[in-house]
């Protein structure tokens, strides 16, 4: 009898449990919320996301969007916060993540996100294959990308380079010779900020495609380049060479207080990607006026691109709205609103090109015409641990200079992540 009663009440308890549950849970779905994690918070990007979230808002009244942000270019932050809610278990409704392996090798892999080909039933014939490619895993898509982004570019102050009759450098060598030019006039050549290490990987990468041309640089994350090999290495010291004509303050900056040095006329160039356009904008510069922009030294025909994408975790709180926030991402009115403003192009192969500026349409026509390479330090060229490897390399190599160390240890990397 006793233990009967006993059983009774732990069914009675395990029920009530559970009704808690089945309420929380139904209550945070009929929430009128929508939280949106991203790393944009920089002039240009923030922007671009106010647009997206405009429409979104005037296409569902009375939902309140939550813009969880956490600063830090390339999320060099903001990835380890969302690293620790999804274990935790307390996912945003969506996410910012790059297409390629940062979205395949981690979340996915992971069992943490929904396939959504759903969202792309009526629209698969407006984007690229490429694009569609690299955000799928054993043939569902796992994500919405927003937009492209080129990772290639150097901007330059015109009012400087005008001042001292200078050109924008096509190769390497221009480049040295222009910097030398400015040096003499006392005039920082170049602005880097690498306070998060991602720039300059990202300045690297850059010189890499130089060196090695894209399919030689693109051999890199397949085993066909091997990483000591005299183009590699070649690449490790022009950078270091690079690095000479740098701010010395780099490390206290993120990649917008390097754009803004180049504003002020502190430094004549940065190497950055196209969101520095946005910035650019957003601080009221006119393309080609204030500022003008070209390949990164020596990679002219190559587009070294990247993708921000959103996706949908595994018990997003408010998955009904998250999937109408995916549909605002997909859309061609929300990419036609968000990219202008951020400084990219729209992933869509509809967009309409009178929306974007004179460096946006050279984008566009750049992105169908070059040899696209995917971008290192965004995501899409290697897995996330190999990207650390290769980080943790490139902080040592920033301070210590030494080359071969830094060599030794990109083919240690390689040797971990190829599995050769
Ligand atoms: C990249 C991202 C861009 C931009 C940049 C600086 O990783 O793809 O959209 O936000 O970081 O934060």
């Known amino acids: 009898m006793k233990k009967r009663k006993g059983l009774h009440l732990i069914a009675y308890l395990l029920g009530v449990a559970m ?19 991203s790393w944009w918070t920089a002039g240009g990007e923030a922007e671009g996301l106010a ?22 270019g390339a999320g060099e932050n903001a990835k380890a916060v969302l690293a620790s809610r999804m274990q935790g278990g307390n996912p945003p409704d969506s996410f910012q993540v790059h297409a ?54 150097l901007w330059y102050n015109k009012k400087l380079f005008k001042k001292y009759g200078l050109k924008a450098p096509d ?24 306070k998060g290490i991602w720039s300059s990987v990202q300045l690297l990468e850059t010189v890499l495609i130089a ?25 490790i010291k022009t950078f270091i060479k690079i690095l000479g004509y740098a701010n010395n303050n780099h490390n206290a900056l993120e990649w917008d207080g390097a754009a803004q040095l180049v504003i002020d006329g ?10 520095a356009e946005g910035y650019f904008k957003a ?17 002219k025909g190559t587009f070294d691109a990247l993708s921000d994408t959103f996706g949908l975790p595994i018990g997003a709180p408010h998955r009904a709205n998250a999937v109408k926030w995916l549909m605002v991402c997909a859309s061609k009115e929300g990419q036609d609103a968000f990219n202008p403003k951020k400084g990219s192009i729209p992933s869509r192969i509809d967009g309409d090109k009178s929306l974007y500026d004179v460096y946006l349409q050279s984008a566009m026509a750049d992105f169908s015409a070059n040899d696209i390479v995917p971008s290192l330090a965004h995501g899409a060229a290697a897995s996330p641990s190999w990207l650390t490897m290769i980080s943790d390399a490139v902080t040592l190599l920033v301070t210590e200079k030494n080359a071969d160390k830094a060599d030794a240890s990109f083919v240690d990397a390689a040797k971990k992540s190829l599995k050769m």
């Open 51 to 72: 647009e997206m979230f405009k429409i979104y808002s005037n296409e569902n009244p009375g939902i309140e969007i939550v813009n969880a942000t956490v600063a830090g």
């Open 171 to 194: 190769s390497l060598d221009e480049f040295f010779t222009v910097a030398q030019k400015l040096k003499a006039k006392g005039v920082t050549p170049l602005a880097l900020g690498d």
């Open 100 to 153: 390629g392996h940062e979205l395949i090798d981690s979340w996915v892999a992971a069992g943490k996100m929904e396939p959504i080909d759903f969202i792309f039933s009526n629209i698969m014939e407006s984007y690229p294959k490429g694009v569609i490619d690299i955000i799928s895993s054993k043939g569902h898509i796992y994500s919405v990308p927003v937009n492209i982004h080129r990772a290639n570019v």
């Open 211 to 235: 060196k090695l041309g894209a399919n030689g640089y693109k051999g890199l994350w397949t085993g066909d380049t091997a990483w000591d090999s005299a183009g590699v290495k070649d690449a």
């Open 283 to 299: 601080k009221n510069l006119t393309p080609d006026v204030d500022f003008g922009w070209a390949p990164s030294p020596g990679t």
């Open 19 to 37: 009704l808690l549950t089945a309420f929380t849970f139904c209550g945070k779905q009929a929430e009128k919320k929508l939280e949106i994690f």
């Open 266 to 275: 502190k430094c004549a160039m940065t190497v950055m990607g196209d969101w």
